[in-house]
């Protein structure tokens, strides 16, 4: 007869270790997403996919017909984002602790090496940039214009030294749907450069009041 009490025991021993490997499975897809900031990406590819939208349509093109330039635009620029975001998180990983939104970050908590973000974000710029090259120049051009504006201009320079961070901080914002119209149409109509004024323009006003409310966060 077989000893039922060791057989329980090594039941939930293996149950447990199966629990516990699903946690950390969810704990390392949500430092992940944490890293990347999947927010930004889904927000910014609305207003990607919406440039694609238009351009299709002003220009009478099929929407069928260039569901390649539609999923090469939508994979490439959720890629160069979630880079930005990235090399973001490990730009700020030294501030990060000082505000209750950021910090949980896994930069910030030490769960993952700075190192390696820095590494994902270079990576993931990379492959987004081949794929936003499969599409037009131009598109790949204002992709990498984007990157740096959120990097460089903002995320390296303004945002430490000036309080107008944010509204520097709103080109990278707006640039979204410019790829998405640049990808189908390199000559970019006066339309396109509608929809970047109109992004451009409604970020400061958002941003400043969620900055109101936190003042106490952002001023340590």
Not at 28 to 56: E, P, Q, R, Y
Not at 127 to 154: E, H, K, P, Q
Request: hydrophobic residues 50%.
């Amino acid at each position: 007869m077989p000893n039922s009490k060791a057989y329980g025991e090594a039941t939930i021993e293996t149950g447990t270790a199966s629990l516990n490997s699903q946690i950390e499975k969810a704990s390392m897809w949500k430092d992940f997403t944490a890293l990347i900031k999947i927010g930004i990406v889904n927000s910014n590819l609305i207003t990607t996919f919406t440039g694609i939208w238009l351009a299709l349509h002003f220009s009478g093109q099929s929407f069928l017909n260039n569901l390649d330039i539609v999923l090469f635009t939508v994979i490439g620029s959720s890629l160069i984002i979630a880079g930005s975001c990235s090399i973001n998180n490990y730009i700020d990983r030294d501030i990060d602790h000082l505000m209750e939104r950021t910090k949980a970050r896994p930069t910030v908590t030490g769960k993952i090496v700075p190192s390696k973000v820095l590494w994902l974000g270079l990576v993931l710029i990379t492959l987004g940039t081949i794929f936003l090259m499969f599409t037009t120049m131009t598109a790949t051009v204002i992709g990498l214009l984007g990157v740096f504006s959120y990097v460089v201009l903002y995320s390296l320079w303004s945002k430490r030294q000036l309080v107008s961070n944010t509204i520097i901080g709103s080109i990278s914002g707006a640039v979204p749907p410019l790829i998405g119209w640049a990808a189908v149409d390199g000559n970019l109509d006066i339309i396109a450069w509608s929809l970047f004024i109109l992004m451009f323009i409604w970020q400061p006003p958002h941003f400043y009041a969620l900055a109101m409310r936190r003042v106490e966060e952002y001023r340590a």
